[in-house]
């Protein structure tokens, strides 16, 4: 009886520690410094982002600049920059036709999708 009694309370620590801190853990891998620091200077971010994609040098370097990218092109900034922006990381990170880029940058920034990022549908 007092195993069993040993073995929930182990179970209920050990599931309460995971419900308390591994989403903070998980929020810090997505949000670090660096990663954020490349988010604020979209430039810099495409450049070392093209680069590690012919050449790593830095590994942590390189994921840091695609997280950031791969933020970039899924941000809600449907302005025009917003726009321009999302369309540049997309392709940068996404390995698809540019018809495909702008029908999702279209889905996710009109609403009724009854136009297209140029005029009306037809």
Partial sequence: M?????????????ILFFIVFIPSIFSH?????????????????????????????????CYSAYSAAVSLADSDDCSL???ASKRRFKKLVEDSKEKVID???????IPNNNKTLIGEKN
Avoid: W
């Avoid at 029908?103 to 920034?109: K, L, R, S």
């Fill in 2 to 14: 007092k195993f069993k009694k040993l073995v929930i309370i182990s179970f209920t620590i050990v």
């Fill in 103 to 109: 029908d999702e940058i279209v889905n996710d920034c």
């Fill in 81 to 83: 920059t917003g726009i």
């Fill in 29 to 61: 891998l997505k949000n670090t410094p660096q990663i954020n620091y490349y988010i604020n200077h979209p430039d810099l971010t495409y450049k070392t982002f093209s680069q590690c994609k012919l050449r790593v040098d830095d590994v942590n370097e």
